[in-house]
């Protein structure tokens, strides 16, 4: 029997196109276990997709017919095919983290086939230093990125001796069953629901309802907010800028990372979070690219910020669950300290507008918040209407201490996201147990040398230790 999709996530589909593919991904890499090298890697993922077996939620398409009144919902592909979705690849020489990334760029550009389910894993090899990579996607409609990570981190373990570990794909089944207590009382053996009407269809409308109640006064108050530029899930005030501009398909990603200690101490000395020095250092790293490119704004760019609304660690890793905050990145001075402060106290200011309010309701906050967004890709991202904000800055939290896949060191998480049109760049972040990575995800064409974004982010941490007196 299908499973109903949510309609925060059956909107990742109604907005993707060939051009604008809406999944995230992520490139992890292994060090071999002791006395081991890459093969053994290969040779441990080969013995599992030997099992061909795969958990339900990995076997589950996207689909939609007549009886669902059109509304996505997830059925179980009959036809599945674990070769088809777990992919060998390997570096040409020298086999450099240059040569990985420009293969993490081609890969992610390609749509996932919606006649399958939504993800795929690279497994890749050749690497020069002796460690083997893994590449994956999954469609922002099956996961979005902390639940992306919860599903990777779930096939890892903190004892490196565990030799037990399945596969990412064969992990037990994320989605939870649904307690009798909630289900509609109104829901009948024939699948059917209130008035006939199929049961997923009700079930979408109770959830755009209760999003909908008390909102009235909430947004009253979201939109007097953007008006007097405060922070919050709406935005007026964004410049026009070379980020902001039609995207093709091609891709360029770009990724980085450095020693979180360091971002700590910043953070620590400023009274501020390690997520204020994130938006800090891509603040600061902009900047330098748009005075590179002759093209920063006199005002300040504003950064679109996810904030997670999921529970503790037991909820489903599966599904989106976030609302969003704009903030003011201050691009227009040229004070690194300055620039910190005001990021913070714009998150202060947009966290104050979610206190006291439902998640339900934060998210239907951040939906009319993007509806500004819309209006920017349908008049062409010309300039003839300004863009709500110019740039999505992410900050995924990761695993907190070392892990393990049968003996391979996890060593280095980096996050892939996705531009949209109007949006040519995103940035997401991901921490592990000591470093915290960059991953920029570009539009080819818009940004042809992305790198150098990760030169002015190294350049803008240093100006912040050295601004706080570090």
């Not at 809406?22 to 093969?39: I, N, T, W």
């Not at 069953?177 to 109770?206: C, H, K, Q, S």
């Not at 005002?299 to 910020?305: N, R, T, Y």
């Not at 704009?326 to 913070?344: F, G, I, K, Y």
Request: hydrophobic share 45%; proline share 7%; glycine share 10%.
């Amino acid at each position: 029997m299908p499973l109903s999709m949510s309609p925060a996530d059956s909107m990742w589909l109604l907005a993707e196109s060939r051009e604008h593919p809406m999944h995230v991904g992520g490139l992890q890499l292994f060090e071999p276990p002791e006395g081991g090298d890459a093969a053994t890697v290969r040779a441990l993922f080969d013995t599992a997709l030997s099992n061909d077996t795969a958990a339900q939620r990995f076997r589950q398409r996207a689909t939609r017919s007549w009886s669902s009144l059109g509304q996505w919902e997830w059925e179980e592909d009959r036809g599945f095919d674990l070769g088809y979705h777990v992919r060998h690849d390997a570096l040409p020489q020298p086999g450099g983290m240059r040569e990985l990334l420009d293969l993490c760029s081609q890969l992610h550009a390609a749509p996932l086939d919606r006649h399958r389910p939504l993800w795929e894993m690279h497994l890749i090899e050749g690497l020069n230093d002796g460690r083997f990579a893994v590449y994956t996607k999954f469609h922002h409609a099956f996961a979005d990125g902390v639940s992306a990570m919860r599903l990777l981190a779930r096939s890892l373990s903190e004892d490196p001796t565990d030799r037990a570990m399945p596969a990412v794909w064969d992990m037990a089944n994320p989605e939870p069953e649904r307690p009798a207590a909630e289900e509609p009382a109104a829901e009948t053996g024939d699948n059917g629901g209130i008035l006939g009407l199929p049961v997923a269809a009700v079930r979408g409308a109770a959830t755009l309802l209760e999003g909908a109640a008390g909102l009235g006064s909430a947004l009253a108050g979201t939109v007097a907010r953007a008006l007097r530029e405060q922070g919050g899930s709406l935005s007026f005030a964004a410049p026009n800028t070379v980020l902001n501009v039609p995207i093709a398909g091609a891709r360029r990603y770009a990724a980085q990372s450095w020693p979180i200690e360091r971002l700590r101490l910043i953070a620590k000395a400023s009274d501020a979070t390690v997520n204020d020095v994130v938006l800090a250092m891509c603040s600061g790293g902009l900047r330098t690219y748009l005075l590179s490119q002759e093209a920063l704004p006199e005002v300040p760019l504003i950064a679109a910020v996810p904030v997670s609304l999921r529970g503790g660690p037991d909820e489903s890793p599966a599904g989106n669950s976030f609302g969003v905050l704009m903030c003011n990145l201050a691009t227009h001075s040229a004070d690194p300290a300055q620039r910190l402060e005001t990021v913070r106290a714009s998150m202060l200011e947009g966290k104050e507008s979610l206190t006291g309010k439902r998640p339900s309701q934060i998210l239907a906050m951040s939906a009319v918040g993007m509806v500004p967004a819309a209006l920017h890709v349908v008049a062409g991202s010309s300039g003839a209407v300004r863009p709500p904000f110019n740039v999505v800055i992410s900050n995924v939290p990761g695993p907190t201490t070392p892990l393990y896949w049968n003996g391979a060191r996890l060593d280095g998480l980096y996050p892939i996201a996705f531009p949209q049109d109007g949006q040519a760049l995103n940035i997401t972040c991901t921490s592990s147990d000591d470093a915290i990575a960059f991953g920029l995800t570009g539009c080819r064409r818009a940004l042809p040398d992305l790198d150098a974004i990760l030169g002015h982010l190294d350049a803008e941490l240093q100006a912040l230790e050295t601004a706080v007196g570090i």
